[in-house]
């Protein structure tokens, strides 16, 4: 009885941590092997392949919804995603280090996934997040919450702390629905629930050699693609009213620094070195080289009057 009071004591410590850094969403899961997992990748697919004595996955998620820039729907500004503006393109990190030092003061092991290292996250943080109970897996093949819809930025932490895990998962709630896969350009998501990376125009614009069909239907896309979350229909309420959480006032301060930094006549003349000091800080991995790129594609199309001004 007392160390299950314990656990539940640390785990409020936790909950408290989470809200004060800034995360919306916190789950407890039992630190079992991802026996479903599609990709062939043997280290995430077993938390105890990184934790020998792994015991809970701490799932966290900040809202990204509110991240949104006006202009983007000016072809003459360069659009992104909600999640490359939030600073969490690879993981949630930072705002998880100071439940990580909660756990280690306590004597408990703690890894943070975090794929900026060159061997990558530790677990699929979004089977993770659906087995800790905060949504499920949409046909797009992100999780939806009812919620905050797809627009949560996910991190983990492998603990050996024998935490209390969710035991109930969210029902799978995309039914019929399929406006996702039908808003694909590419077709990237043609079979449900399974995302191709060679087809999906996100992964296109990061790559070397940019497909002639990802140029046709890129528009003014310098950085990330978000069509199959715009389309989504959990993601409505997000795009015409987003919530106000934990982040939103540091969020409306980047919305305010970047609302005129996206134009293109002018994005194209950014500097390696500027592209770094202004956008290295979001961690989204994609080198000066394919960014200036897809700029100048983008830029090229406006000049030939390929989209509406």
């Known amino acids: 009885m007392t160390r299950k009071m314990d656990m539940d004591l640390l785990s409020e410590k936790i909950r408290n941590l989470a809200d004060s850094s800034g995360l919306d969403a916190l ?9 479903d997992y599609a990709l062939n990748h043997s280290q995430r697919r077993d938390p105890k392949l990184s934790l020998s004595g792994a015991k809970t ?47 280690r003061n306590q004597g408990y092991q703690a890894i943070v996934c975090d794929g900026a290292q060159e061997d990558g996250s530790v677990i699929p943080l979004k089977l993770a997040a659906v087995r800790a109970g905060l949504g499920w897996q949409g046909k797009h093949t992100l999780l939806i919450s009812k919620k905050y819809g797809t627009f949560l930025a996910l991190g983990g932490i492998i603990t050996d702390a024998p935490l209390e895990h969710n035991t109930e ?7 019929k629905c399929d406006k996702c896969q ?7 998501l043609d079979q449900p629930y399974v995302l191709n990376r060679n087809s999906c125009l996100s992964n296109m614009l990061q790559i070397e050699h940019l497909p002639r069909e990802a140029k046709a239907v890129m528009e003014n ?74 700029v100048l ?7 030939n009057g390929e989209s509406d001004e």
Request: proline share 6%.
């Open 27 to 35: 789950g407890f899961a039992e630190a079992a092997e991802f026996s």
């Open 57 to 103: 996955i701490i799932v966290a998620g900040i809202y990204i919804g509110g991240l949104t820039l006006p202009a983007w729907m000016n072809p003459r500004y360069g659009r992104t995603s909600r999640l490359y503006l939030s600073a969490f393109f690879l993981d949630v990190v930072k705002p998880l280090e100071p439940i990580v030092n909660l756990l």
């Open 169 to 175: 998962q969210e029902s799978n709630q995309c039914d």
């Open 182 to 188: 039908q808003a694909c350009p590419l077709g990237a």
């Open 221 to 294: 896309r310098v950085g990330d693609c978000e069509i199959c979350q715009e389309a989504c229909p959990w993601n409505k309420k997000h795009i015409d009213h987003p919530l106000t959480t934990n982040m939103t006032e540091s969020f409306q301060k980047k919305i305010e620094d970047w609302e005129t930094f996206f134009y293109l006549p002018d994005l194209v003349n950014l500097s390696e070195e500027s592209y770094r000091e202004k956008l290295g800080h979001l961690n989204t991995d994609i080198p000066y080289n394919l960014f200036h790129r897809n």
């Open 297 to 303: 594609i983008a830029l090229e199309r406006v000049k």
